[in-house]
């Protein structure tokens, strides 16, 4: 558990969250001195890696200060309004570690889960190709959907390349590097679906307290851009449908007058290489029966190599049918922004 919060502080440093860098070692040193980090982790020694134990007790305990349920220590938490201060807040921390024990345990059952507004810079800019091919109207369908806030994407702003509503709740700036997207037909989205094996409601306080702790309390601009997705989330609806992507995929079919994208950001990895396969197959079978009235895309925003061998980098992929072409439109940051296009 040690080496967990060890790694994971280092990882929160790289990726700018400094606050949570220096809280998560103060856990490893309180949990070398046998503190109150080891009772509240007591049953957690085993636990793999990738179940992020380290991110479940920050979330644990960022979900109280959320709540209200911890106002010493919110006095330290950006999200909150707090200055923060790890140094300071570390013995505001241990007091909460100390005497919530039992409010944290039960919620460090709980994955974390975000949904990463920031990649709607990818998918905008992805739509907009989409449209410069085929202008009409597009079927938005997301798998691992998480949320559904990007099927929102369109209602979100760029700036200062001045794409979507003026007055949105979202805007995303400085989200797009290189060579823009066409930007001169609007996106007209009629229909917006996705599936996740968890979906979370953004219209319940359960489903945004949920996903709002997970966001690292010290990254003002990816909270902003989910609060604002969140409001905008209340007055767009939207449907997530608890499924995995195969299943969602047996299920799509092509509509005629409109153009059927499947999307899909930072969710590959987590498909086991049938249902990969099966999901492969589905598009190929899809993309087959698409023709110039009811078309199919695929616009993907993964870490992908571009030939065997090389780096892995997150990839903006669009595959369009008919025809099957496949073309690398950019790179991405992991939260979207910035978005490279080429
Ligand atoms: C890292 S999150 C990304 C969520 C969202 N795409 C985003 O970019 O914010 C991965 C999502 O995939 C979902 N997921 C995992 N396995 C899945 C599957 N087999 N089918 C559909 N969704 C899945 C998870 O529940 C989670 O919401």
Redesign the pocket.
């Known amino acids: 558990m040690v080496l967990n919060m060890r790694w994971q502080a280092t990882a929160c440093r790289d990726m700018a969250s400094p606050f949570y860098g220096r809280l998560l070692d103060h856990v490893a040193d309180d949990l070398l001195a046998g503190g109150p980090s080891a009772d509240v982790l007591a049953g957690h020694e085993d636990d793999p890696g990738p179940s992020a134990l380290a991110l479940r007790l920050m979330g644990a305990v960022h979900r109280l200060v959320l709540d209200r349920r911890a106002p010493e220590l919110a006095t330290f938490y950006p999200s909150v309004g707090g200055t923060a201060d790890a140094r300071g807040s570390w013995a505001a921390f241990r007091e909460v570690l100390v005497k919530q024990c039992a409010e944290i345990r039960p919620l460090l059952d709980t994955p974390p889960?975000?949904?990463?507004v920031g990649?709607a810079a990818c998918l905008i800019g992805g739509l907009l190709h989409v449209t410069a091919r085929w202008p009409g109207p597009l079927r938005l369908c997301?798998?691992?959907?998480?949320a559904g806030?990007?099927l929102r994407a369109d209602q979100f702003r760029l700036e200062p390349d001045g794409v979507g509503p003026a007055g949105s709740p979202v805007v995303l700036v400085d989200a797009w590097q290189g060579r823009r997207p066409p930007v001169d037909r609007p996106l007209q989205v009629v229909e917006r679906r996705g599936?996740?094996?968890?979906p979370l409601d953004p219209c319940t306080t359960d489903g945004r307290l949920r996903l709002t702790s997970y966001v690292w309390p010290d990254q003002h601009a990816r909270l902003e851009r989910l609060r604002g997705a969140l409001d905008l989330a209340a007055r767009v609806p939207a449907t997530v449908v608890r499924?995995?992507?195969?299943d969602?995929l047996r299920d799509l079919q092509l509509a005629p007058g409109t153009t059927t994208v499947v999307w899909?950001?930072?969710?590959w990895q987590?498909?086991d290489l049938a249902?990969r396969a099966d999901v492969e197959a589905r598009l190929r079978d899809l993309g087959e029966q698409a023709g110039p009235d009811a078309r199919l895309a695929h616009l993907a925003m993964e870490p992908r190599r571009r030939t065997p061998g090389s780096d892995r980098e997150v990839l903006v992929v669009l595959r369009i049918w008919p025809g099957g072409e496949e073309r690398v439109l950019g790179t991405a940051s992991a939260h979207g922004v910035p978005t490279t296009w080429e």
């Open positions: 889960q975000t949904n990463e990649r997301e798998i691992g959907a998480s806030l990007n599936c996740d094996v968890a499924a995995s992507a195969r969602f899909h950001s930072i969710t987590y498909l249902e």
